[in-house]
């Protein structure tokens, strides 16, 4: 499943390039329209692609998606969310910031959360959690600072959450990785990539054809194995 994975040249729809390449099926999902043009497009590549058009700050999001997810009827084992931050107008009000903020990451946690429980079931699992690197990118050199401030916290927060889901998840086989793009100035990102325990995650190898979860990173480098 990959979620924020319409656009062409971000994050998600990196992922689901290298799951599907890998021989998986995808969920894909993003609010926009052109997530039926991105799945056409993964389809492309042999992957059994299911789109989903939904808002990612639904409250109800995570339990569509989740529901899809039980309605195929295959285990999901490899997942790539993305908690999408979007930048802010200096004008904005800081209860409208952190509320934008905490639905964004909110929503990526409860699916997270449901994934992982489904994937415990299974014995087995991988989940990529990233923040979408837009809201760092400046739009003007005066506002370039609180985007970037508003992602890192952003990406701090969902760091600390996938280091206690993993701690939770114990010896179970489910893997939690966070792959946080870092600004490091106009049009430029660094990836910073961190298995359990401050380890680099090792590549996806196919088994098969299966369901997988996705998300919205235009990162580098291979997802996690989920074994």
Same mark, same amino acid.
């Given at each position: ?12 729809f +990196?992922f ?7 021989g998986?099926?995808?969920i894909v999902?993003?609010?926009c ?7 056409a497009?993964?389809?492309? /590549?042999g ?14 999001? $995570?339990?569509? *998606?989740?529901r =899809?997810v039980l309605?195929?009827?295959?285990p999901?084992?490899a997942?790539? /969310?993305?908690? !999408?931050?979007d930048?802010?107008d200096?004008?904005? #009000?800081?209860?409208?910031v *952190? ?5 964004g990451?909110?929503q990526?946690?409860? /699916? ?5 429980e ?10 990529i *959690?990233?923040?979408s690197?837009a809201?760092?990118? !400046?739009?003007s050199?005066d506002r370039?600072d609180h985007?970037?401030a508003?992602y890192?916290? #952003? ?6 959450f996938?280091?206690? /889901?993993?701690?939770?998840l114990?010896q179970?086989?489910?893997?939690v990785?966070?792959?946080? !793009?870092e ?5 430029? #990102?660094?990836?910073h990539r ?7 995650a =090792?590549?996806l190898?196919? +088994?098969g054809r =299966?369901r997988? +979860?996705?998300?919205d990173?235009?990162?580098t480098?291979? !997802?996690?194995d $989920?074994?």
């Amino acid at each position: 499943m990959v979620t924020g994975a319409s656009g062409g040249g971000g994050v998600g729809f +990196a992922f689901a390039k290298q799951f599907a390449r890998r021989g998986y099926d995808l969920i894909v999902s993003d609010s926009c329209d052109e997530i039926h043009t991105a799945a056409a497009a993964l389809s492309g /590549l042999g992957a059994n692609v299911q789109p989903i058009q939904v808002d990612a700050r639904l409250a109800e999001r $995570p339990y569509v *998606l989740y529901r =899809r997810v039980l309605a195929a009827r295959q285990p999901v084992v490899a997942a790539a /969310l993305n908690s !999408p931050v979007d930048g802010y107008d200096l004008d904005d #009000s800081l209860e409208s910031v *952190l509320n934008e903020m905490v639905a964004g990451i909110g929503q990526t946690m409860r /699916l997270a959360r449901l994934l992982a429980e489904e994937m415990v079931m299974h014995g087995r699992g991988g989940i990529i *959690l990233t923040v979408s690197p837009a809201a760092a990118e !400046p739009y003007s050199s005066d506002r370039s600072d609180h985007q970037v401030a508003l992602y890192r916290a #952003s990406a701090a927060f969902l760091r600390d959450f996938a280091q206690t /889901l993993q701690h939770e998840l114990g010896q179970t086989g489910v893997r939690v990785t966070t792959l946080l !793009p870092e600004p490091v100035g106009p049009g430029g #990102s660094r990836m910073h990539r961190a298995g359990p325990g401050g380890r680099g995650a =090792r590549p996806l190898q196919p +088994a098969g054809r =299966r369901r997988v +979860a996705s998300a919205d990173a235009g990162g580098t480098g291979p !997802p996690a194995d $989920p074994r």
